[in-house]
Protein backbone atom coordinates (compact mmCIF):
# COMPACT_ATOMS: atom_id res chain seq x y z
CA UNK A 1 0.00 0.00 0.00
CA UNK A 2 1.04 3.36 -0.86
CA UNK A 3 2.24 5.70 2.19
CA UNK A 4 1.85 9.27 3.18
CA UNK A 5 4.79 11.41 3.76
CA UNK A 6 4.50 11.60 7.54
CA UNK A 7 2.73 9.91 10.01
CA UNK A 8 1.07 12.47 11.32
CA UNK A 9 -0.09 13.65 7.59
CA UNK A 10 -3.29 13.14 6.33
CA UNK A 11 -3.19 10.69 3.44
CA UNK A 12 -5.39 8.50 1.39
CA UNK A 13 -4.12 4.35 0.84
CA UNK A 14 -4.21 2.97 -2.37
CA UNK A 15 -2.72 0.20 -4.69
CA UNK A 16 -0.13 2.82 -6.51
CA UNK A 17 2.07 4.74 -5.59
CA UNK A 18 0.54 7.88 -4.14
CA UNK A 19 3.64 9.65 -2.47
CA UNK A 20 2.99 12.86 -4.41
CA UNK A 21 -0.66 13.16 -3.82
CA UNK A 22 -0.42 13.27 -0.03
CA UNK A 23 2.32 15.88 -0.39
CA UNK A 24 0.29 17.99 -1.91
CA UNK A 25 -2.68 17.20 -0.49
CA UNK A 26 -1.26 17.94 2.78
CA UNK A 27 0.03 21.55 1.27
CA UNK A 28 -3.76 22.07 0.25
CA UNK A 29 -4.90 21.39 3.33
CA UNK A 30 -2.43 23.86 4.82
CA UNK A 31 -3.16 26.26 3.20
CA UNK A 32 -7.08 26.00 1.94
CA UNK A 33 -7.88 25.84 5.83
CA UNK A 34 -10.60 22.97 5.46
CA UNK A 35 -11.32 20.16 7.62
CA UNK A 36 -8.18 17.43 7.35
CA UNK A 37 -11.26 14.75 7.64
CA UNK A 38 -13.86 15.73 5.68
CA UNK A 39 -11.15 16.86 2.30
CA UNK A 40 -9.38 13.11 3.03
CA UNK A 41 -12.80 11.54 2.80
CA UNK A 42 -13.65 13.82 -0.39
CA UNK A 43 -10.78 13.33 -1.56
CA UNK A 44 -11.23 9.20 -1.36
CA UNK A 45 -14.60 9.22 -2.62
CA UNK A 46 -13.90 11.40 -5.30
CA UNK A 47 -10.80 8.70 -6.58
CA UNK A 48 -13.45 5.74 -6.60
CA UNK A 49 -15.82 7.60 -8.49
CA UNK A 50 -13.24 8.84 -11.08
CA UNK A 51 -11.49 5.28 -11.12
CA UNK A 52 -15.12 4.06 -12.03
CA UNK A 53 -15.11 6.73 -15.22
CA UNK A 54 -11.49 6.01 -16.27
CA UNK A 55 -11.28 1.71 -16.15
CA UNK A 56 -12.02 1.04 -19.80
CA UNK A 57 -14.42 -1.69 -20.44
CA UNK A 58 -13.99 -4.25 -23.54
CA UNK A 59 -16.70 -4.15 -26.11
CA UNK A 60 -18.52 -7.44 -26.65
CA UNK A 61 -16.64 -7.47 -29.95
CA UNK A 62 -13.49 -6.62 -28.86
CA UNK A 63 -13.99 -9.70 -26.09
CA UNK A 64 -15.15 -12.20 -28.81
CA UNK A 65 -12.26 -11.29 -31.89
CA UNK A 66 -9.67 -11.62 -28.74
CA UNK A 67 -11.39 -15.13 -27.98
CA UNK A 68 -11.81 -15.92 -31.46
CA UNK A 69 -8.12 -15.19 -32.67
CA UNK A 70 -5.99 -17.80 -33.61
CA UNK A 71 -3.15 -18.76 -31.60
CA UNK A 72 -0.29 -21.43 -32.46
CA UNK A 73 -1.24 -24.96 -30.52
CA UNK A 74 1.79 -27.25 -29.04
CA UNK A 75 3.23 -28.16 -32.54
CA UNK A 76 2.82 -32.03 -33.29
CA UNK A 77 6.08 -34.20 -33.33
CA UNK A 78 8.34 -33.19 -36.38
CA UNK A 79 7.78 -35.44 -39.43
CA UNK A 80 10.05 -36.12 -42.52
CA UNK A 81 9.52 -33.82 -45.04
CA UNK A 82 8.78 -35.14 -48.22
CA UNK A 83 10.55 -34.08 -51.35
CA UNK A 84 9.28 -31.51 -53.30
CA UNK A 85 6.85 -30.83 -50.32
CA UNK A 86 7.00 -27.34 -48.27
CA UNK A 87 6.78 -26.85 -44.35
CA UNK A 88 2.94 -26.27 -44.59
CA UNK A 89 1.21 -23.69 -42.15
CA UNK A 90 1.35 -24.31 -38.35
CA UNK A 91 -2.26 -24.98 -37.12
CA UNK A 92 -4.09 -22.69 -34.94
CA UNK A 93 -7.00 -22.85 -32.97
CA UNK A 94 -8.85 -20.20 -30.96
CA UNK A 95 -7.34 -18.35 -27.90
CA UNK A 96 -10.69 -19.13 -25.95
CA UNK A 97 -10.46 -22.77 -27.20
CA UNK A 98 -6.50 -23.31 -25.76
CA UNK A 99 -7.75 -21.44 -22.42
CA UNK A 100 -10.93 -23.76 -21.90
CA UNK A 101 -9.15 -26.94 -22.85
CA UNK A 102 -5.89 -25.70 -20.33
CA UNK A 103 -8.18 -25.04 -17.78
CA UNK A 104 -9.61 -28.58 -17.84
CA UNK A 105 -6.35 -29.85 -18.37
CA UNK A 106 -5.55 -28.39 -14.62
CA UNK A 107 -8.60 -30.09 -13.07
CA UNK A 108 -7.58 -33.51 -14.51
CA UNK A 109 -10.72 -33.42 -17.32
CA UNK A 110 -10.32 -34.17 -20.66
CA UNK A 111 -10.11 -31.64 -23.30
CA UNK A 112 -13.43 -30.81 -25.51
CA UNK A 113 -13.19 -30.71 -29.32
CA UNK A 114 -15.71 -30.02 -32.36
CA UNK A 115 -18.79 -29.31 -31.52
CA UNK A 116 -18.39 -29.73 -27.72
CA UNK A 117 -15.85 -26.74 -27.76
CA UNK A 118 -17.74 -24.58 -30.13
CA UNK A 119 -20.58 -24.64 -27.75
CA UNK A 120 -18.46 -24.18 -24.67
CA UNK A 121 -16.68 -21.42 -26.07
CA UNK A 122 -19.75 -19.29 -27.33
CA UNK A 123 -20.92 -19.78 -23.21
CA UNK A 124 -17.44 -18.60 -21.90
CA UNK A 125 -17.68 -15.44 -24.76
CA UNK A 126 -21.20 -14.22 -23.25
CA UNK A 127 -20.27 -14.89 -19.97
CA UNK A 128 -16.64 -12.76 -20.34
CA UNK A 129 -19.24 -9.94 -22.65
CA UNK A 130 -21.97 -10.09 -19.34
CA UNK A 131 -18.85 -9.47 -16.49
CA UNK A 132 -17.31 -6.53 -18.85
CA UNK A 133 -18.11 -3.63 -16.62
CA UNK A 134 -16.54 -6.10 -13.69
CA UNK A 135 -13.54 -4.33 -12.56
CA UNK A 136 -15.59 -0.83 -12.58
CA UNK A 137 -18.21 -2.49 -10.30
CA UNK A 138 -15.01 -3.18 -7.88
CA UNK A 139 -14.83 0.42 -6.72
CA UNK A 140 -18.76 0.83 -6.20
CA UNK A 141 -18.75 -0.69 -2.73
CA UNK A 142 -15.71 1.49 -1.24
CA UNK A 143 -17.65 4.82 -2.78
CA UNK A 144 -20.49 3.30 -0.62
CA UNK A 145 -18.68 3.02 2.84
CA UNK A 146 -17.17 6.47 2.09
CA UNK A 147 -19.86 8.45 1.08
CA UNK A 148 -21.89 8.45 4.76
CA UNK A 149 -19.14 9.74 6.13
CA UNK A 150 -19.12 13.24 3.49
CA UNK A 151 -19.73 16.30 4.80
CA UNK A 152 -21.67 17.30 1.69
CA UNK A 153 -24.14 14.41 0.80
CA UNK A 154 -23.36 12.89 -2.66
CA UNK A 155 -26.76 10.71 -4.15
CA UNK A 156 -25.73 7.30 -5.57
CA UNK A 157 -24.98 7.45 -9.45
CA UNK A 158 -28.47 6.08 -11.40
CA UNK A 159 -28.10 3.19 -13.94
CA UNK A 160 -25.65 1.44 -11.64
CA UNK A 161 -27.99 -0.55 -9.49
CA UNK A 162 -27.52 -3.90 -11.35
CA UNK A 163 -24.41 -3.93 -10.38
CA UNK A 164 -23.24 -6.07 -6.96
CA UNK A 165 -21.58 -4.12 -4.83
CA UNK A 166 -17.87 -4.66 -4.54
CA UNK A 167 -14.86 -3.53 -2.76
CA UNK A 168 -14.54 -1.96 0.56
CA UNK A 169 -13.38 1.50 2.14
CA UNK A 170 -12.55 2.88 5.41
CA UNK A 171 -13.55 6.66 6.12
CA UNK A 172 -11.14 8.77 7.98
CA UNK A 173 -11.92 10.03 11.20
CA UNK A 174 -11.68 12.61 13.69
CA UNK A 175 -9.60 9.68 16.39
CA UNK A 176 -7.13 9.33 14.26
CA UNK A 177 -3.22 11.16 14.64
CA UNK A 178 -3.27 11.94 10.58
CA UNK A 179 -6.65 10.78 9.05
CA UNK A 180 -6.28 8.16 6.69
CA UNK A 181 -8.85 7.35 4.07
CA UNK A 182 -8.51 3.76 2.70
CA UNK A 183 -10.40 2.76 -0.61
CA UNK A 184 -9.73 -0.84 -2.15
CA UNK A 185 -10.82 -2.35 -5.30
CA UNK A 186 -13.20 -5.29 -4.79
CA UNK A 187 -11.89 -7.27 -7.71
CA UNK A 188 -8.77 -9.83 -6.32
CA UNK A 189 -6.96 -9.67 -9.34
CA UNK A 190 -7.60 -5.62 -10.37
CA UNK A 191 -4.13 -4.36 -9.63
CA UNK A 192 -2.79 -7.00 -12.59
CA UNK A 193 -5.19 -5.54 -15.01
CA UNK A 194 -3.23 -2.80 -16.90
CA UNK A 195 -7.28 -1.27 -17.50
CA UNK A 196 -7.96 -1.29 -13.67
CA UNK A 197 -4.23 0.02 -12.44
CA UNK A 198 -4.37 2.84 -15.70
CA UNK A 199 -7.40 4.13 -14.15
CA UNK A 200 -7.05 4.17 -10.79
CA UNK A 201 -3.63 6.40 -11.55
CA UNK A 202 -5.75 8.68 -13.61
CA UNK A 203 -7.87 9.30 -10.95
CA UNK A 204 -5.19 9.82 -8.49
CA UNK A 205 -3.33 12.25 -11.26
CA UNK A 206 -6.93 14.25 -11.84
CA UNK A 207 -7.51 14.98 -8.29
CA UNK A 208 -3.60 16.09 -7.78
CA UNK A 209 -3.81 18.06 -10.69
CA UNK A 210 -6.78 19.92 -8.95
CA UNK A 211 -5.35 20.33 -5.58
CA UNK A 212 -2.33 22.09 -7.64
CA UNK A 213 -4.73 24.43 -9.77
CA UNK A 214 -6.15 26.08 -6.03
CA UNK A 215 -2.81 25.96 -4.51
CA UNK A 216 -1.19 27.87 -7.59
CA UNK A 217 -4.01 30.44 -8.11
CA UNK A 218 -4.48 31.25 -4.09
CA UNK A 219 -0.30 31.76 -3.58
CA UNK A 220 -0.53 33.63 -6.98
CA UNK A 221 -3.85 35.79 -5.62
CA UNK A 222 -1.94 36.12 -2.04
CA UNK A 223 1.39 37.03 -3.68
CA UNK A 224 -0.80 40.30 -5.46
CA UNK A 225 -2.52 41.25 -2.37
CA UNK A 226 1.20 41.59 -0.63
CA UNK A 227 2.28 43.68 -3.47
CA UNK A 228 -0.84 46.01 -3.20
CA UNK A 229 -0.08 46.40 0.60
CA UNK A 230 3.37 47.31 0.32
CA UNK A 231 3.09 49.69 -2.49
Not at 51 to 63: F, G, H, L, P, Q
Not at 116 to 123: H, I
Amino acid sequence: MARGTAAAAPRIKLEVDAKRFNKVLSKYLDISGKGFVDEVNKRAFNICLKSIKYTESATNKRISDDLKRGAKTQPPKRKKRRKGKGKGRPKKAPVGAILINYARGKRGEPGLHGKAMKTQLEKNIRSRQQGRGFLKAGWLGAADDIRPHLKQKRAKPKGQGSFSRKGRGVAASIFQVGPVATIVNGVPWARHVPTAVKGLKKAVKEETRDMLFYLKRKLRKDFKDTQRRTK
